[in-house]
């Protein structure tokens, strides 16, 4: 059965340096989007991307993040300069259609861990 | 701002027992709904999605109702086990936006 993947499992990394999480979406899908979930707390939106754009963003997802589709099947989400509140999980996931009738499949997650 | 609340936020019971989790929310304008998942420290399962058009759907044990009018899903646990341990999840895609907006989830221990 097609799954979402992410690479790495777990990143670890130092204040201010620069991260990418990356993502495979499911092949025939065309939506992709990107979630965090800080331990103990819940699972927020960050953006979703479409058509090579960002179609929504969230408050949180500020100047310091950006998405990419460098290529047909990676998805990415760069961090640059991390600080000590981007400790969190982060989720890739990927649906067929947008808009009311969407079904996200989530990845595994990688947990980010910055010191 | 829409919300979506789960009721109890933890939950532990004996095994075998038949048990019902709760999840609502803010915004009747909700598209479906899912169900998932999350073992400590692990990713998101889905296990069940409603769209706003149905009223139930069942995998296997499980059984997800949805009542757009109340504002309100369950998700039903037959005969549960020490292995439905976990977080379950519910999340909404709610607003004119189409994100997913979450609970915080329930977290069920299924005493041996």
């Known amino acids: 059965e097609p799954e979402v993947t992410q690479t790495p499992s777990h990143q670890v990394t130092q204040m201010g340096q620069e991260v990418i999480l990356r993502c495979v979406p499911i092949?025939?899908?065309?939506?992709f989007y990107w979630y965090r979930q800080i331990l103990g707390q819940k699972v927020e939106f960050l953006v979703s991307?479409?058509?090579?754009?960002?179609?929504?963003k969230s408050e949180i997802f500020d100047d310091q993040f950006s998405v990419e589709r460098p290529d047909g099947s990676n998805f990415t989400l760069k961090i640059r300069s991390t600080k000590l509140e981007d400790s969190a999980m982060y989720f890739c996931?990927?649906?067929?259609?947008?808009?009311?009738?969407?079904?996200?499949?989530f990845g595994p997650g990688t947990r980010l861990t910055v010191l | 701002k829409q919300e979506v609340t789960q009721i109890p936020a933890a939950l532990s019971v004996p095994e075998g027992e038949n048990l019902v989790l709760n999840c609502s929310f803010t915004?009747?304008?909700?598209?479906?709904l899912q169900w998932f998942r999350q073992d400590p420290g692990k990713g998101l399962t889905s296990l069940l999605l409603i769209q706003s058009s149905q009223r139930e759907q069942t995998s296997g044990r499980l059984n997800a109702s949805l009542d757009k009018s109340s504002g309100r899903s369950t998700l039903y646990i037959a005969a549960s086990q020490p292995g439905d341990s976990a977080t379950y999840l519910c999340?909404?895609?709610?607003?004119?936006?189409?994100?997913?907006?979450w609970g915080a989830g329930t977290k069920l221990i299924i005493k041996p």
């Open positions: 092949s025939n899908h065309l939506y």
């Open positions: 999340a909404g895609l709610i607003g004119s936006n189409y994100q997913l907006i």
């Open positions: 996931a990927s649906s067929v259609r947008g808009g009311r009738s969407n079904e996200q499949f």
């Open positions: 991307f479409y058509n090579n754009e960002i179609s929504e």
């Open positions: 915004d009747s304008a909700i598209y479906n």
